[in-house]
């Protein structure tokens, strides 16, 4: 524990968790525990997902939680949907409704084969997900969205993370105005949290080359009292946590790709839009991105944070 009466370092290797539980989700069909070396039998034959994202999700989702048990959570970039499920696995609110997703390597095998899989999880969140107001599939809705779930409820606590791809459109921009519009008196406290990974699917986005000065002054012209921080700094981030305001918003910078493969080919993957979606798409075929994949997998050390979080055999 720390200062700040915040387990720090539970935290951290929560993020490794599901980093590593999102990769699995988007590559595995097999070896889901890596209790032997990588082969291309262990890789699905379809690779669909979105990882660039997912990093950054669980960064925010941990924190949050770590502070706010009874916080509703609602995501603007579903495509990011591997590392909302997860989290969801890991606190067991999975396995509530999908009892085969129980938290076992039973259950790692079940949420692994069956995303982006026939009759299985699709590879966005869903009305199929447990919580899901605002699936994300079509950005622009979350903020609008957790505005509305805290009418009349003051006292919810309402978290949304907003894609900084997703604020480029005229909805999310538009529902920036609600924060003018609302009593917190009488209705719910919504912090809004903007994921700024500098990158969409194929290009920078706009407010990831936009300065802090910039940043800072659009979202106090909004009524925001706007604060940026380095989301790998966890403890920064809890420090900001902490001391929250009616109006508070929080710019959260990451990586796009954050603890992925830096150069795949020659490409630059990490904090880059080539990291968006499937950075190894060759994984089945290519003996070097398989390599790669591996590498990247045992890089988060799941055994052992498997059996340190008490999870059953």
């Given at each position: 524990?720390?200062?700040?009466?915040?387990?720090?370092?539970?935290?951290?290797k929560r993020i490794a968790f599901c980093n590593y539980l999102s990769v699995a989700q988007i590559f595995l069909?097999?070896?889901?525990?890596?209790?032997?070396?990588?082969?291309?039998?262990?890789?699905?034959p379809r690779l669909l997902g979105h990882w660039g994202s997912c990093p950054g999700i669980n960064i925010a989702y941990a924190n949050l939680k770590a502070r706010f048990l009874k916080m509703q959570f609602i995501l603007g970039p579903g495509h990011g949907f591997p590392a909302l499920?997860?989290?969801?696995?890991?606190?067991?609110?999975?396995?509530?409704?999908?009892?085969?997703?129980?938290?076992?390597?039973?259950?790692?095998?079940?949420?692994?084969?069956?995303?982006?899989w026939p009759y299985g999880f699709p590879s966005h969140s869903s009305p199929m997900t447990p919580g899901v107001i605002a699936e994300g599939g079509e950005l622009g809705y979350s903020l609008a969205t957790a505005y509305g779930a805290a009418l009349g409820k003051?006292?919810?606590?309402?978290?949304?993370?907003?894609?900084?791809?997703?604020?480029?459109?005229?909805t999310a921009l538009a529902s920036l105005n609600l924060n003018k519009l609302l009593n917190f008196d009488q209705n719910g406290h919504v912090l809004p949290i903007l994921h700024l990974n500098g990158y969409?699917?194929?290009?920078?986005?706009?407010?990831?080359?936009?300065?802090d000065r910039e940043l800072l002054q659009l979202f106090r012209g909004f009524g925001f009292d706007p604060v940026i921080v380095d989301g790998t700094d966890t403890e920064a981030f809890q420090a900001i946590l902490g001391n929250l305001k009616p109006n508070s918003f929080i710019i959260m910078k990451t990586p796009k790709g954050f603890t992925g493969p830096r150069y795949v080919d020659g490409v630059k993957v990490e904090g880059n839009c080539a990291a968006h979606q499937v950075p190894l798409p060759n994984a089945k075929t290519d003996p070097e991105q398989l390599k790669t994949l591996e590498a990247w997998l045992e890089s988060y050390n799941f055994k052992e944070l498997y059996h340190e979080f008490a999870f059953e055999n």
């Open positions: 524990m720390n200062g700040l009466g915040i387990n720090l370092g539970k935290i951290n069909q097999d070896n889901f525990m890596l209790d032997r070396p990588l082969s291309f039998d262990d890789i699905k499920q997860a989290n969801l696995f890991f606190d067991g609110d999975l396995s509530e409704h999908y009892p085969e997703a129980a938290r076992d390597q039973k259950g790692i095998a079940y949420i692994c084969k069956n995303f982006s003051p006292e919810k606590f309402i978290a949304v993370l907003i894609g900084d791809g997703e604020l480029e459109t005229a969409k699917i194929s290009a920078p986005t706009i407010y990831g080359r936009s300065s």
